[in-house]
């Protein structure tokens, strides 16, 4: 069964850091382009990063960048988010996504696989 699952979110105090986890079982993350997402009630997930397949090419939407930094580890076939400087608008449930291709894809419908999500809440 292939799966995604996501770890790493808690309750933080801003200025602090988190760092998600995105764990695949079941498949090779080699091949996937990985994505991190945000979603907030009542509203469609947006992309905060993504790394590619290919070439590690990376995407940070505005919110995250200089702040947040997606990396790879192929011997654990785990995708991170480290998340610094946290902000109260920050917190949110956090999604990881995966989809086979070289390219960096932004759009969620694009995405064949999904997390459960982790809930970041940043607040003092």
């Known amino acids: 069964q292939l799966q995604l699952v996501e770890s790493g979110g808690g309750l933080v105090q801003p200025g602090g850091s988190l760092r998600l986890s995105c764990q695949a079982s079941?498949?090779?993350?080699?091949?996937?382009?990985i994505g991190w997402f945000r979603q907030a009630p009542g509203k469609e997930r947006e992309a905060i990063s993504c790394?590619?397949?290919?070439?590690?090419?990376?995407y940070y939407a505005d919110s995250g960048k200089g702040r947040f930094t997606i990396s790879r580890d192929y011997a654990k076939n785990t995708v991170y988010l480290q998340m610094d400087s946290l902000k109260p608008e920050d917190t949110d449930v956090y999604y990881c996504?995966?989809?086979?291709?070289?390219?960096?894809?932004?759009?969620?419908?694009?995405?064949?696989?999904w997390g459960q999500g982790t809930q970041v809440t940043v607040s003092s």
């Open positions: 079941g498949f090779t993350l080699n091949y996937y382009t």
């Open positions: 996504a995966a989809v086979m291709t070289p390219q960096l894809v932004r759009s969620a419908d694009k995405y064949d696989y």
């Open positions: 790394i590619s397949s290919s070439d590690g090419a990376q």
